[in-house]
């Protein structure tokens, strides 16, 4: 039984040694976490460009250089001599032709050194913990459950190979009073999706929504009387993206498995701290 | 007559002096023009919130330290001891309550120290000139026309008192087996609007564009048979966007009139070279 309050360093030493293979959520409290996609390097520039073109649904927090697993563009997320992107999740998916092929503890014999780039990206766990903070705990963890997430309609900004990418959302029911501090509190989180892209019932068929009660990813849950419907960006559009592309290139492409995060060694309030640098 | 190969710091020194006050269209070629807004402090993070989350119709490139007219946050952008931002665009447009107050030369009994910040955007006029030496001159350069510019139904990511904001689009004609090419050569442009954000007939009604013969900003330019519509994102999003919350704000918002730009001490490439900073 691993403790919540297990450190980062920890925890992924427990991921490495494949002693842990469950969801992420909860662990190392007040640590990032964030969502990984790993591709071939003749995607790599185009996924990089979108990111910086779309970073609210995609913040794109750092890289693994070519040719190596353990080395990050931004040695601060991780502090570790043992870092393995390889190993370091508790789960990873396996995806080739937008297919997926299998679920692992690992993905040793899937990363080609010569091919393979590792991306982190910011993930909302981070801003969840605030809006607890302020009294505004989201519905999915008062019922326990993953959040709600839905495919939109509405278009990221294009990047070479990445067309027709469109947003995945996540949804937190609130009150219309409620709004503008859910806005607030959740707007310096600029490296984890930020404020709101949306809210109200009308910004289902704005965003070109199916069906608010049947969430694509994640799981449904429930919105209250007097309640409306609050929709951030969400780090699902990335993979949702590669797939979308995997069947245009060769070799594998690889994720976490859903909830199944990296945990960083870099505090969310660390993390979000930059908002100004111009 | 002032000579289209005047250098950027002739070029300011002359509108500084009200000699220029005309188009800079052609001007200082080679060297970045900066489409110019300037906002009253209390929406300012607001708007910068905003372009970092939209950086694509937003490209920010860099502001005025507050309390100051001729001090940039990004000094290698303007290299003269004599900058003033009050007074070396050609010509100004002001406005207050979201109504145009009048046209100036300078914006110097305007310019509140105490409060207003100016901010500078990058300007399409860059990858123009790419394009020209790609042997795909835009038919508004052939034609000697302003671009075509449409208002869209597409909404940009909000930022604070941004809300319901949309991109405003330039378009030019391209045959479709040019896409590809216009794509790669306006791709590098990161800090001037980047690659296309979509094309085709179809992207008319994607985007909400309520008739491609009549542009809202600019002047209609001609699409020749076999050829499509392709669209980039555009700065004039980021007045429409100041304009829409003028009316909720105190105080004067400034900008550049149309077409009459801050011409800037960095070239093209230069401003565009830090396309891989992560």
Not at 112 to 134: P, Q, T, V, W, Y
Not at 191 to 207: F, M, N, Q, S
Request: glycine share 6%.
């Amino acid at each position: 039984m691993v403790p919540k309050t297990t450190t980062p360093t920890e925890f992924r030493a427990l991921c490495r040694s494949n002693q842990f293979t469950d969801n992420s959520s909860g662990y190392a409290s007040g640590f990032a976490q964030a969502n990984i996609l790993i591709l071939p390097k003749e995607i790599a520039s185009d996924f990089e460009l979108l990111c910086k073109r779309n970073p609210v649904p995609c913040p794109l927090l750092g890289k693994t250089i070519l040719g190596s697993a353990t080395q990050l563009s931004c040695d601060y997320l991780i502090k570790d001599d043992n870092f393995d992107l390889r190993k370091d999740l508790p789960k990873y998916r396996i995806f080739e032709n937008g297919e997926l092929l299998s679920e692992k503890a690992d993905v040793l014999s899937e990363w080609d050194m010569s091919s393979h780039i590792g991306f982190l990206i910011g993930c909302s766990f981070s801003f969840e913990n605030a809006l607890c903070k302020a009294g505004l705990t989201p519905r999915n963890m008062v019922e326990n459950k993953n959040v709600s997430m839905y495919q939109t309609k509405k278009h990221l900004d294009p990047a070479g190979i990445f067309t027709n990418t469109t947003y995945v959302v996540s949804m937190r029911p609130y009150k219309p009073e409620d709004i503008e501090t859910v806005r607030d509190v959740t707007r310096a989180f600029t490296k984890t999706h930020g404020e709101p892209i949306d809210w109200g019932y009308e910004a289902i068929e704005r965003l070109g929504i199916c069906d608010i009660n049947i969430p694509e990813y994640g799981e449904p849950i429930s919105i209250h009387p007097g309640e409306i419907p609050v929709f951030w960006g969400c780090g699902v559009t990335t993979q949702v993206a590669a797939l979308k592309v995997s069947c245009k290139i060769r070799g594998k492409i690889m994720s976490h498995s859903p909830g199944h995060m990296l945990i960083l060694d870099i505090k969310d309030s660390e993390l979000n701290r930059d908002i100004s640098s111009l």
